[in-house]
Structure formats: structure tokens, C-alpha cells
């Protein structure tokens, strides 16, 4: 593992639990990863802020409110306000299979349901984030 693969992983809205934030945020260090946890309830534009000063390949973002296509949106409109590209986004929580495809186009790279093989997570980021620098 390179430690260039910088990952937030990030809570935003009002989603109060992190629990699961943290078991990926654990699971990425123990794999390699140098990780920046954004803690609870983070805005959006906080969230791509903080994307930009860590210098990340990858964002995180753990959901369990129920307004992830709401949330999702907003970060991607953030993002491309600030002009960021190249930056893999990835999804985690209680996520409806319906809403997946949604949040697909929108331009997430992957969503992983509760329950995932933490070493689904890490092999297809490491993954993700290798193609970068072939």
C-alpha cells in the first residue's frame, strides 16, 4: 500500500450515528490508507473543503438519515463549483437498492450496503485509487 492514498470519510446532515464511519475509517488504516475522519454532522461544502485541503483521492461518505440523494447532490455540486475533479466518491449506510442506480449516475463510484466485507472496501479502493497512477 502507498501511503499517497489519502481517503475522508465524512458524515454529513444530521445523522448522528458514526459508528459504522469509523469501523471503514479503522479497517482503510489497518489496510494502509492514510485516513482523515471528518467527524458528525458536516455540511457539504465542509465536507469538499476539507477534500481539498487533505489533498484525498477518495471521500467516504456514511448515510444513514435517509437523505443521501439529497446529500450526495449537494457534494457533487460543491464539487464541481470548486472545479475538483478526479476525486472517487463512494457510499455507505442504509441505502435502498432503488436508489442506488440513482446515486450512480449522479457520479458515485460505488455503493456499499450495510454488512460489506470490510475487504470488499479496501481491495476495490486500493483498486480505484492504483488506476490513478498507472
Known sequence: MNSRYRVLIAKPGLDGHDR????????????GFEVIYSGLHQTPRQIVHTAIQEDVGAIGI??????????????????????????KIFL??????????????LGVSRVFSSGTNLLEVTTWLTDELSKEFR
Open 20 to 31: 459504522g464511519a469509523k469501523v471503514i475509517a479503522k479497517a482503510l488504516r489497518d489496510a
Open 92 to 105: 455507505g449506510g442504509v441505502i435502498p437498492a432503488a436508489d442506488i442506480p440513482v446515486l450512480l449516475e
Open 62 to 87: 456514511s448515510i444513514l438519515s435517509g437523505a443521501h440523494l439529497e446529500l450526495t447532490k449537494r457534494i457533487f455540486d460543491e464539487l464541481h463549483e470548486t472545479k475538483i475533479e478526479g476525486i
